[in-house]
């Protein structure tokens, strides 16, 4: 069993950087793949970047170069560094665990708020 929980989260104006953390719990967070999402009000939930379990990362592409996904297995923590922010990557971030790529997501935290004004 993995319990994940995201931090991080706020209001912030454009152009400024935010730091999410996803802290997991049980001795096998070091197997999983991580994933962020996000959902926007009356949208879709949808991916945003990911990390494997040898920390080769892939992202979204309305994310790329802005956001850096990051993990350490030795705090059982994965981040996501949020640069430039833009009102249009306002919602709420989940971060995701599953245990392969292409495999289904396990587990899922509650998600917090990220909000930027213009």
């Known amino acids: 069993q993995v319990q994940l929980v995201e931090s991080g989260g706020g209001l912030v104006q454009a152009g400024a950087s935010l730091r999410l953390s996803c802290a997991a719990s049980g001795r096998t967070f070091s197997n999983y793949v991580m994933d962020w999402f996000r959902q926007a009000p009356g949208k879709e939930r949808e991916f945003v970047a990911g990390i494997t379990r040898d920390s080769s990362t892939y992202y979204a592409d309305s994310v790329k170069g802005r956001f850096t996904i990051s993990r350490d297995n030795a705090e059982n923590t994965v981040y996501l560094q949020m640069n430039s922010l833009k009102p249009e990557d306002t919602g709420v971030y989940y971060c995701?665990?599953?245990?392969?790529?292409?495999?289904?997501?396990?587990?899922w935290g509650r998600g917090t708020q990220v909000t930027v004004a213009s």
């Open positions: 995701a665990a599953r245990p392969r790529i292409g495999g289904a997501h396990d587990y």
